[in-house]
């Protein structure tokens, strides 16, 4: 049994942060409508290569970052600039429970398709708007995008080494983490509304999101004052915590406690370490960071990568390898998740990276491929809305479909 199959989607918005949280929503099994304009589609799905290759080898027209955030929807082509097409829209939101956009603060208020004017007409829809910078406040017209915010809101500060650039992060984990906040509200909405009968709109922003999960960040610079500063892969208030070098690489080590630090000077040779009132205490090691790596350092380049982790696994201290992607899914632990899959698509078959909650009593993860463009059109306007062939055709004729 599915989660929301009782939850019908209509999903307005493309690129990644919309996009995101309806997947989310259809792998728990909501019905969700991908809305797309004719002939173009997402955005996303030009953003190639590398593209889906077809059975015989060659390029698809389906980019893999469209293929990343689409599973188990249903591709529908209107094009709501046409009077036509704002018609469908409003009969299809007429039978929906949630509404999920991304486009600019008032945009789609020319269009009759703005919460006040949907909300009227459904007044228990969720309308879940997501924007660069909310529907309020000085920057509420300024588009936004994940690396610019990423560097407005704190992160790029607090990544990369302190003697390099600034960096962000290798995806684009703004929009990603809006996309889940967003589908976390919509749930807590839906949840409302079973007390309530009524919707409400959500107002879910880049900016407020990378703000809110700057976590310990935040609030180490809210308590003590003083403003974090980019420190490699080593933790701001964990000590060691941070890639170490080896004889052939490196591998990342992370001490969460004083046995866990005393145990690992055991097994790295350097007991006075342990004993040393400089780092006796996590505390103490903070502050004198940069001398005891230095020290742990020359220790851990007398053994290779393997034989570190075999050693500190074997003795619960905790340590892990460096992967790259291809590392990632050839992991055993990876594979017995059975992360990785592959789902039945027009062109074959389309690998699938699945959502990582496994629920004891319900079926969490579509089947359904991500959609060719406009592949679900008249199936899902026969089927919700009743329209007969000869008015679909009339509106593929009329380039609304």
Not at 337 to 342: A, D
Not at 362 to 375: D, R, V
């Amino acid at each position: 049994m599915s989660l929301l199959n009782d939850i019908r989607v209509l999903d307005l918005s493309r690129i990644l942060a919309g996009p995101w949280a309806s997947q989310l929503l259809a792998d728990y099994g909501a019905e969700v409508i991908k809305i797309e304009k004719p002939g173009e589609g997402d955005d996303t799905r030009r953003w190639g290569p590398p593209y889906l290759k077809n059975a015989q080898g060659d390029d698809t027209t389906e980019s893999a970052y469209y293929l990343a955030a689409n599973r188990g929807k249903h591709s529908v082509t209107i094009d709501f600039t046409q009077a036509a097409g704002q018609a469908l829209i409003r009969e299809l939101v007429s039978i929906s429970d949630v509404l999920i956009e991304n486009y600019k603060v008032g945009g789609l208020s020319q269009y009759g398709l703005d919460y006040a004017s949907l909300s009227a007409l459904n007044p228990r829809l969720i309308y879940c708007s997501i924007t660069g910078f909310g529907q309020t406040g000085p920057y509420a017209q300024q588009a936004g995008y994940d690396a610019m915010i990423q560097a407005m809101g704190g992160l790029m500060s607090i990544t990369g080494d302190n003697s390099g650039q600034p960096q962000k992060v290798g995806v684009a984990v703004v929009d990603l983490m809006a996309g889940m906040y967003a589908s976390n509200a919509i749930l807590a909405a839906l949840h409302q509304r079973q007390r309530t009968g009524i919707g409400q709109h959500l107002d879910v922003a880049l900016l407020d999101t990378q703000v809110a999960w700057l976590a310990n960040q935040a609030l180490n610079y809210l308590v003590s004052d003083e403003i974090p500063q980019r420190q490699g892969t080593a933790h701001p208030n964990i000590v060691p915590y941070q890639a170490m070098p080896a004889a052939d690489g490196y591998f990342m080590l992370a001490i969460g406690n004083d046995r866990q630090f005393q145990q690992f000077c055991g097994l790295a040779e350097c007991t006075s370490l342990a004993e040393d009132p400089r780092f006796m205490t996590n505390a103490a090691r903070v502050q004198h960071r940069e001398a005891l790596i230095a020290l742990l350092q020359i220790q851990t380049r007398k053994k290779n990568v393997a034989e570190w982790l075999m050693l500190l696994q074997n003795h619960h201290v905790p340590a892990g390898p460096i992967n790259n992607l291809q590392q990632v899914f050839a992991d055993p632990q990876v594979q017995h998740r059975g992360l990785q899959q592959s789902l039945a698509h027009i062109h074959g078959t389309v690998p699938q990276v699945l959502q990582p909650v496994k629920f004891s009593a319900a079926n969490a993860q579509s089947q359904k491929a991500p959609p060719t463009l406009g592949e679900d059109t008249d199936g899902v306007l026969r089927r919700l809305l009743a329209k007969k062939n000869e008015t679909l055709l009339e509106l593929h004729q009329q380039g609304v479909l």
